[in-house]
């Protein structure tokens, strides 16, 4: 097994609300009054109050290429993901130096050398860190890197992994580009950072109980851990053309097929069953679900095919209200919620999940720890 100890979301300072959004992002994407109707529509459905940007919101206008955008990911993504980090060790106790692992996921800029090296010198890791840099994982990119996370510590137990996620999906808005995929894009993605930390069975915080050092909330309560018990990774056939990019020189341009929802009703069922039966479990035995909030009818489709209360998906909703999708930081985004705010008993088991290009499906089984 191994341990979740800590997760820190990070959101940039630029905060507006959907409909100033909107109302600047409308003329972008489109000058034609039907597009704008239809932009407004989906903006005002997408279960979005507010998103965090990267950028002060006009300087959206100003940037048409792959070139200039990235520059931009670069520059502000590898900040952006220190401050996750930091935060995410101190609430674990922890100092760059006991890092041994980074795994680091983005899907909207890249970096050569990798965000893992950006971060490496700023926020004092080691010279001889392993790292795991990852690009494509999508919006499944949270929950694949805590599965793979998992992975490297079984192999090593005293270890110490740090799993960053940083997306800057306000960079991706393509103008004079009035599809539906462009428009429903550009009123559901959000920038952030998450940043979890992670030790093997054998790590001292592992072990630890409330007086040994183990971390604790401001107000002197053990914060609530989790503990990773299994993964599985599901990629569905025949999807490759339905969700993911396609890079232009303007940027990367979303792909996004109005048929996820459907998908997820009928696939995401028999393969959380397949994942629980192996522990002699039932989804109506988990009282705790960490959902990617991809979006209201992405949260809806897993909530009908699992048959869950509206209650299950309470945290998804809110982190999609607050922030907008952040694509693979979401994931995290929510199991940071769960963790601040669950009451299930120690020791009840939780099932996270997110999806991403491919199609795929990754799930995580956890229990979750003391508070």
């Given at each position: ?55 002060p919101l006009e300087e959206y206008a100003g940037l048409h290429s792959l070139g200039a955008t ?29 890092v041994d692992h980074v795994f680091a996921t983005s899907v909207t800029g890249v970096a050569a ?75 559901l993605f959000g920038d952030g950072a998450a940043a979890a930390v992670v030790v093997g069975a ?170």
């Amino acid at each position: 097994m191994s341990y979740v100890v800590a997760v820190e979301p990070v959101l940039p300072g630029n905060v507006y609300a959907q409909e100033a959004i909107t109302d600047v992002v409308g003329p972008l994407v489109t000058p034609d009054p039907a597009r704008i109707t239809l932009l407004r529509r989906l903006h005002a459905s997408a279960g979005v109050d507010h998103r965090h940007l990267v950028l002060p919101l006009e300087e959206y206008a100003g940037l048409h290429s792959l070139g200039a955008t990235n520059a931009v990911f670069v520059r502000e993504g590898a900040l952006l993901a220190e401050r996750a980090c930091r935060r995410a060790l101190a609430a674990a106790g922890l100092e760059p130096g006991d890092v041994d692992h980074v795994f680091a996921t983005s899907v909207t800029g890249v970096a050569a050398p990798s965000l893992d090296v950006l971060l490496a010198e700023p926020l004092g890791l080691r010279s001889d860190v392993r790292r795991t840099p990852s690009f494509g994982l999508g919006c499944a990119g949270g929950a694949g890197g805590l599965a793979r996370v998992h992975d490297h510590l079984l192999g090593r137990p005293s270890d110490v992994s740090l799993l960053v996620s940083v997306e800057l999906c306000s960079l991706t808005l393509q103008h004079g580009d009035a599809s539906t995929a462009n428009v429903v894009a550009s009123g559901l993605f959000g920038d952030g950072a998450a940043a979890a930390v992670v030790v093997g069975a054998a790590h001292p915080l592992a072990r630890a109980e409330p007086g040994d050092g183990a971390p604790r909330q401001a107000a002197g309560r053990r914060r609530r851990t989790a503990t990773v018990v299994d993964t599985r990774s599901r990629l569905y056939p025949g999807t490759t053309g339905a969700l993911g990019w396609e890079v232009r020189d303007t940027g990367f341009a979303i792909v996004l097929s109005a048929g996820l929802p459907d998908l997820l009703r009928a696939h995401l069922l028999a393969d959380v069953k397949s994942l629980l039966a192996e522990h002699d479990l039932t989804p109506a035995e988990v009282p705790t679900w960490v959902v990617h909030a991809g979006g209201p009818r992405v949260i809806d489709a897993v909530r009908d095919a699992l048959g869950l209360p509206e209650d299950a998906v309470r945290e998804s909703r809110a982190s999609l209200a607050c922030a907008g999708n952040l694509s693979s930081a979401s994931v995290l985004d929510v199991l940071a919620r769960t963790l601040a705010h669950s009451d299930a008993p120690p020791g009840s088991p939780a099932v996270l999940m997110a999806f991403g290009p491919g199609v795929s499906c990754e799930l995580v089984l956890l229990n979750l720890g003391d508070r």
